[in-house]
């Protein structure tokens, strides 16, 4: 048993010199061993040889090939910190507008995929632990269903470059995604639409939201009200 | 860490066994790998697969649990078969399914063995077992591949426990 230990750390180059050589003697002198490390050896080289290695698909490459400078990692993150700071206080309504083009993209792409929600549950006791363990932050749940917006569950996203919680509701068949983010001011509520599809947002209590689904304007506006509550 | 996303995929792909899955395993482990970039410590690949191996376990305990049913890490007997294992002339199918059928903890020792070459030190690390763990699931993933593709592997075989 412990020749078998041996065998496969003398197979992998884990062995000490020391104990490699008391190896090597061990198996001119005994056929057999000599015989199974040979198969050892004939059965890691097959697996090397002969499964499969999948590479990432071409969506996680992309992402990956932009920055070989990832391995500047602390200088990077300084740039991308300054970056932010100054895109607060300059690009603010650049800012939105990216967030906003990204945010109904990740609801169609969504929609598309039939790929609503990661966590499926309509008990907001559930969902919220579920997004507070996976996310820098805590989103308040908000359980509307008294009022006809039934929580259906949460997924997380990655949009405008920071990880955002979208929760899921549904007003009859219309699908209502609610990203919420951390945010550094109030914003009062405001409405516009974008590739057909209705969008709301403000901030409060330090959270950003936007409201994106092909619900009718005024449900919209009027969901967006009780979340604002 | 990006660099490294081909092993990163590799290794969810082979925990999960499919590609809907490790997508989604990746995706989230991503995530996790930009929210602690600040703690990257050391080397980035095995940083990148302890986290992309954690969100895999969570994956399966949340739905495959079966599949995570505690394994006995000691290794069996030795039961050497008599037959030499001809493995250079084994079908490459062959080889893909007897990895996918092992346990999954065995399967990731072996995967990040033989497919990343990582040490025994790093394995450990990654998989949050001390080394003599990490060479039980090795011996014993390779026993197990050896078992499944003997050339008479097709024939039933009783499992003897002493």
């Given at each position: 048993?412990?020749?078998?230990k041996?065998?496969?750390?003398?197979?992998d180059?884990?062995?000490?010199?020391?104990?490699?050589?008391?190896?090597?003697?061990?198996?001119?002198?005994?056929?057999?061993?000599?015989?199974s490390?040979?198969r050892m050896?004939?059965?890691?080289?097959?697996?090397?040889?002969?499964?499969?290695?999948?590479?990432?698909?071409?969506?996680?490459?992309v992402?990956?090939?932009?920055?070989?400078?990832?391995?500047?990692?602390?200088?990077?993150?300084?740039?991308l910190?300054?970056g932010?700071?100054?895109?607060?206080?300059?690009?603010?309504?650049?800012?939105d507008?990216?967030?906003?083009?990204d945010?109904?993209?990740?609801h169609?792409?969504?929609?598309?995929?039939?790929?609503?929600?990661?966590?499926p549950?309509?008990?907001?006791?559930t969902?919220?632990?579920?997004?507070?363990?996976?996310?820098?932050?805590?989103p308040?749940?908000a359980?509307?269903?008294?009022?006809g917006?039934?929580?259906?569950g949460?997924?997380?996203?990655?949009v405008?470059?920071?990880?955002?919680?979208?929760?899921?509701?549904?007003?009859?068949?219309?699908?209502?995604?609610?990203?919420v983010?951390?945010?550094?001011r109030?914003?009062?509520?405001?409405?516009?639409a974008?590739?057909?599809f209705?969008?709301?947002?403000?901030?409060?209590?330090g959270?950003?939201y936007w409201?994106v689904?092909?619900?009718?304007?005024?449900?919209?506006?009027?969901?967006?009200?009780?979340?604002?509550? | 860490?990006?660099?490294?996303v081909?092993?990163?995929?590799?290794?969810?792909r082979w925990?999960?066994?499919?590609?809907h899955?490790?997508?989604?395993?990746?995706?989230?482990?991503?995530?996790?790998?930009?929210?602690?970039?600040?703690g990257?410590?050391?080397e980035?690949?095995?940083?990148?697969?302890?986290?992309?191996?954690?969100?895999?376990?969570?994956?399966?305990?949340?739905?495959?649990?079966a599949?995570?049913?505690?394994v006995?890490?000691?290794?069996?007997?030795?039961t050497?078969?008599?037959?030499?294992l001809?493995?250079?002339?084994?079908?490459?199918?062959?080889?893909?399914?007897?990895?996918a059928?092992?346990?999954?903890?065995f399967?990731?020792?072996?995967?990040l063995?033989?497919?990343?070459?990582?040490?025994?030190?790093?394995?450990?690390?990654?998989?949050?077992?001390?080394?003599?763990?990490?060479?039980?699931?090795?011996?014993?993933?390779?026993?197990?591949?050896?078992?499944?593709?003997?050339?008479a592997?097709?024939?039933?075989?009783?499992?003897?426990?002493?």
């Amino acid at each position: 048993m412990r020749d078998d230990k041996a065998l496969h750390a003398y197979l992998d180059g884990e062995l000490d010199a020391a104990a490699s050589l008391e190896l090597e003697r061990a198996m001119a002198e005994n056929p057999a061993l000599r015989a199974s490390y040979e198969r050892m050896r004939e059965l890691s080289a097959a697996v090397r040889e002969k499964a499969d290695y999948h590479p990432a698909p071409v969506r996680f490459e992309v992402s990956a090939r932009r920055p070989r400078t990832w391995m500047l990692a602390p200088a990077f993150a300084m740039v991308l910190l300054a970056g932010i700071g100054l895109g607060v206080f300059l690009a603010q309504p650049r800012d939105d507008e990216a967030l906003g083009a990204d945010v109904v993209a990740s609801h169609v792409r969504a929609t598309l995929a039939g790929r609503l929600v990661d966590v499926p549950s309509s008990d907001q006791h559930t969902v919220k632990p579920w997004l507070s363990a996976r996310l820098p932050f805590s989103p308040p749940v908000a359980d509307l269903s008294q009022e006809g917006y039934a929580l259906t569950g949460a997924r997380l996203d990655y949009v405008a470059g920071q990880s955002v919680a979208v929760l899921v509701y549904k007003r009859r068949e219309h699908v209502i995604d609610v990203f919420v983010s951390p945010a550094a001011r109030e914003a009062a509520p405001s409405a516009s639409a974008r590739d057909g599809f209705n969008v709301a947002r403000f901030a409060r209590g330090g959270m950003r939201y936007w409201i994106v689904s092909d619900l009718n304007r005024n449900e919209l506006d009027d969901f967006a009200k009780l979340l604002a509550r | 860490m990006l660099p490294h996303v081909d092993a990163a995929y590799n290794l969810a792909r082979w925990l999960t066994r499919n590609d809907h899955d490790a997508e989604d395993v990746l995706q989230d482990a991503m995530l996790r790998a930009y929210r602690f970039f600040g703690g990257l410590r050391g080397e980035a690949r095995p940083w990148l697969l302890a986290i992309v191996r954690n969100a895999c376990w969570t994956w399966l305990q949340a739905n495959r649990p079966a599949e995570l049913a505690a394994v006995d890490d000691e290794p069996e007997a030795d039961t050497p078969g008599p037959e030499a294992l001809l493995a250079r002339e084994l079908d490459r199918r062959a080889v893909n399914q007897a990895i996918a059928a092992l346990p999954v903890p065995f399967r990731e020792a072996l995967v990040l063995r033989e497919l990343e070459d990582l040490s025994y030190k790093e394995i450990a690390r990654i998989a949050g077992v001390p080394i003599g763990t990490v060479m039980s699931r090795l011996a014993r993933a390779r026993r197990l591949l050896m078992e499944a593709l003997r050339p008479a592997a097709s024939a039933p075989r009783l499992r003897v426990h002493k």
